[in-house]
């Protein structure tokens, strides 16, 4: 069975760019997580999705972040305009009923 | 205050030694509380949870946990340097499709 899938793995971009990661959950997996890790730091959730609904978007800064699960499948978090502060590994998960899977993340590096 | 405070180490030990990982939690509606292992340029992967109060083994992996005093352990047996790793504790109100909370991660390297 394949795992969460996330591209890129990398991204380095300039201040004031735009950007976009991508995740594909396991499938099945009704619910889609999006968590932030910071050098150092244990994940802290970005939004959470029931399908195609956010149900918990609560910590997500919305002046820049967006996110989408259109057709409740794959997703796509955005920042723009980035921030020096945005660097850090954008983790995503899914989950059926119980165990969260994590993916492996983007490291987004903000110049 | 986090709700989840955890010792980010690092911590070396040598190989087949016990190694101990510990945080503390203050929200008490937390019910479920999990271990994940997290390698070098890698997602987190769950380890163990566990419910309320009580311990929980899975081979060479005890999880505790005491709710009178909100406090997680994470014991290791026969350390192997294949367990060098960041390790995560979390706490939920429920387990499945909820938030969790992350205490900062404890880097642990097994010496061989």
């Known amino acids: 069975e394949a795992g969460v899938v996330q591209s890129p793995r990398y991204k380095i971009i300039e201040k004031k760019q735009p950007v976009a990661f991508w995740c594909n959950p396991i499938?099945?997996?009704?619910?889609l997580y999006w968590y932030l890790q910071n050098l150092g730091q244990g994940p802290e959730l970005l939004i959470r999705?029931?399908?195609?609904?956010?149900?918990?978007d609560s910590q997500l800064p919305k002046d820049r972040f967006s996110a989408e699960r259109l057709k409740g499948v794959d997703s796509t978090l955005k920042i723009q305009p980035a921030e020096l502060g945005d660097s850090a590994v954008y983790l995503c998960?899914?989950?059926?009923?119980?165990?969260?899977?994590f993916g492996p993340g983007t490291r987004l590096t903000v110049l | 205050q986090k709700e989840v405070e955890q010792d980010p180490g690092p911590l070396s030990v040598p190989e087949g030694a016990i190694v101990s990982l510990n945080c503390t939690y203050s929200?008490?509606?937390?019910?479920?509380f999990m271990w994940y292992r997290q390698y070098s340029r890698k997602g987190p992967e769950l380890l163990m949870y566990?419910?309320?109060?009580g311990n929980k083994e899975d081979g060479r992996f005890t999880a505790q946990v005491d709710k009178s005093s909100k406090y997680i352990s994470l014991f290791i047996r026969d350390s192997q340097p294949s367990d060098s790793a960041t390790y995560l504790c979390?706490?939920?109100?429920?387990?499945?499709?909820?938030?969790?909370?992350f205490g900062t991660g404890t880097r642990l390297t097994i010496i061989p």
């Open positions: 979390a706490g939920a109100p429920n387990f499945g499709n909820e938030k969790l909370t």
């Open positions: 499938s099945g997996h009704n619910t």
């Open positions: 999705y029931e399908n195609e609904e956010a149900v918990d």
């Open positions: 998960a899914s989950s059926t009923t119980n165990e969260q899977f």
């Open positions: 929200n008490s509606a937390f019910q479920y």
């Open positions: 566990t419910y309320s109060s």
